[in-house]
């Protein structure tokens, strides 16, 4: 189904990385994915071309007041070769979420989904072979128009760019330490949080930057309000399981809607473990830790699927999950998305896509 997605060769192919190297967003495919907006014209002129730098004026709004979305999913190689895509029409919907919050025009699903496709399908040979790697996919949105006034600009530029990354986990998921950020905030009501839009990010890394040196590997965010309520940590939804059942914070405006979020109640309702979506006091938490009540807390995003959570402090208070070690749900949650993603297990939920 090939929707007018015009095609430009390169020249010349890049040498792959070795699986060693990877790391995360070190390295980019031969070829992207562009189409151009402008008022009159509406998106136009998807083209699938060499990967290269791009031409914008210093005066293209985006370095200005911030308007760009974007979002992140990854295909994954099958162990007979095969390219899967998990749950990706649930990035572009959410993409299209992130336009609206942020007064850009919203793209053709079909189309985004093509796009997709005839890239990942062109590019192959870039998803990596080792164990726990994949090909990262990165769509995103900025605005394009020469202009310093404040209003949504009247162009922008989608791009799709394609990242081959390594294992998340060396081994043993390792539990993290987490620092309670009690000062600044991630995001407000009436705000953007529930959307990815790039300004969230260079706000929480100041955060970011103070739990590092401080010793601890990511922030769990407080609601802005009232700093009682938990909303998520660095850039993960977070679970909780206290006496058999699972909480996780109810989406409020602030909280991204995770893709890997939505996976795991899901799966847990198909495993008939409880599961409950509301509002979470971080008071609560402790208590239930000090009733011995708390038994795993993890993360979850595309990036680590599940990440256990091993300490959480909070002002002079400090908390130990699970003796430090990945609880028993954690990794049973895990291995079951990872093998689904990797097309090693039964896919009840349909949720992959093969290229
Ligand atoms: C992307 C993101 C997540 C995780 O979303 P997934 O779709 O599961 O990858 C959670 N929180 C924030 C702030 C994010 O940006």
């Not at 190297?21 to 070190?26: E, S």
């Not at 590019?123 to 990596?128: F, G, L, R, T």
């Not at 994949?134 to 995103?140: E, N, T, V």
């Not at 040196?213 to 940590?233: H, N, R, T």
Request: charged content about 25%; overall charge negative.
């Amino acid at each position: 189904m090939n929707q007018m997605i015009e095609r430009v060769k390169t020249s010349s192919q890049k040498e792959k990385p070795s699986v060693d190297a990877l790391g995360f967003g070190k390295y980019f495919s031969d070829y992207m994915f562009t189409m151009d907006y402008e008022t009159e014209k509406g998106w136009h002129s998807p083209k699938i071309t060499p990967y290269e730098p791009l031409v914008l004026d210093p005066s293209a709004m985006v370095f200005h007041y911030g308007q760009a979305v974007f979002e992140g999913l990854k295909a994954y190689r099958t162990d007979d070769g095969k390219a899967l895509l998990f749950r990706p029409l649930k990035n572009i919907k959410r993409l299209n979420l992130s336009c609206e919050r942020m007064s850009i025009p919203t793209l053709d699903e079909d189309l985004v989904m093509d796009a997709i496709h005839q890239l990942v399908e062109l590019e192959k040979d870039w998803i990596p072979n080792g164990e726990g790697t994949s090909l990262y996919i990165r769509p995103f949105i900025i605005a394009t128009e020469p202009y310093l006034g404040v209003r949504p600009s009247h162009s922008y530029k989608f791009m799709v760019i394609l990242s081959p990354v390594g294992a998340y986990y060396s081994g043993q998921l390792n539990p993290v330490k987490i620092y309670v950020e009690d000062y600044y905030v991630r995001a407000v009501p009436g705000g953007v949080g529930h959307v990815k839009t790039s300004g969230n990010y260079a706000a929480s890394l100041k955060a970011q930057n103070n739990a590092e040196e401080l010793g601890f590997e990511q922030v769990l965010w407080l609601d802005a309000k009232e700093k009682k309520y938990i909303e998520e940590v660095g850039s993960m939804n977070i679970f909780f399981k206290i006496n058999g059942e699972v909480i996780t914070p109810k989406l409020n405006g602030s909280i991204l809607s995770g893709i890997t979020r939505d996976s795991v109640i899901e799966l847990l309702k198909h495993w008939d473990v409880p599961v409950r979506e509301e509002r979470i006091s971080l008071e609560d938490i402790f208590k239930a830790h000090a009733n011995g009540d708390l038994e795993e807390v993890f993360g979850s995003g595309t990036a680590a699927v599940i990440s256990p959570v091993g300490e959480l402090k909070w002002g002079n208070e400090s908390i130990t999950v699970n003796d430090n070690k990945i609880g028993q749900l954690s990794f049973q949650i895990y291995d079951t998305i990872t093998k689904i993603q990797l097309g090693r297990a039964d896919d009840p939920f349909n949720w992959t896509f093969e290229v």
